[in-house]
């Protein structure tokens, strides 16, 4: 199983939350595609980033494509994946005020489920990268993050050139800060530092 959590590497979200969201926030859909989404916490954090910087009525327009190879040949992944329930160690990184605001308690007390509200923006597929065919095009964003170094160098150019495909001219790309994407790829650092690209045409 992949290794995965709530609020994880705080360089792509702050950038998310800092260019992405913004920009995105003044349009009729948002579509954002999470590739390689283990059990759940990221695909649930970009929900809640989104929940927290947009109004009620523009989070409408917000979908969110969660897939992932190998969680999902699971049984017991993907019911907790449907179910939205994480245990308090889960949710330690989550800010308090947005754990009060999206999370609620359950009969266990250890237990902790995501409001339907967030669950409503995501969908979950399982899909293996290494077909190199988006399962969607016309994405605003894509995410991708600690997946990209477990590939060979021809199967991340192959993967990253999936990633142009999916996206709309001018999408964004958020990868892990250890990543680092060549301009021969199509794709151009948002900002100096940041693991945020952008498709340049």
Wanted: hydrophobic content about 40%.
């Amino acid at each position: 199983m992949a290794y995965t959590s709530f609020f994880r590497d705080s360089d792509a979200l702050a950038a998310i939350t800092e260019t992405v969201i913004p920009e995105l926030s003044h349009g009729r859909e948002i579509r954002v595609w999470d590739a390689g989404c283990a059990t759940g916490e990221e695909p649930y954090t970009l929900a809640i980033l989104f929940a927290s910087k947009l109004g009620p009525f523009m989070f409408r327009n917000l979908d969110i494509l969660a897939t992932d190879h190998e969680e999902s040949s699971f049984p017991q992944f993907a019911e907790r994946i449907r179910r939205a329930r994480y245990s308090r160690t889960d949710i330690f990184w989550v800010p308090a005020e947005l754990r009060k605001a999206y999370f609620l308690p359950t009969e266990d007390a250890e237990l902790f489920e995501l409001t339907q509200e967030l669950r409503d923006r995501v969908r979950f597929l399982r899909h293996d990268l290494l077909t190199y065919q988006p399962p969607e095009e016309g994405q605003s964003l894509v995410v991708c993050k600690n997946v990209l170094m477990h590939f060979s160098p021809e199967e991340q150019e192959r993967v990253l050139s999936m990633f142009f495909q999916a996206l709309r001219p001018g999408g964004y790309l958020a990868v892990d800060g250890n990543q680092c994407i060549a301009p021969s790829s199509g794709f151009g650092r948002v900002s100096p530092g940041a693991p945020l690209y952008r498709r340049l045409c």
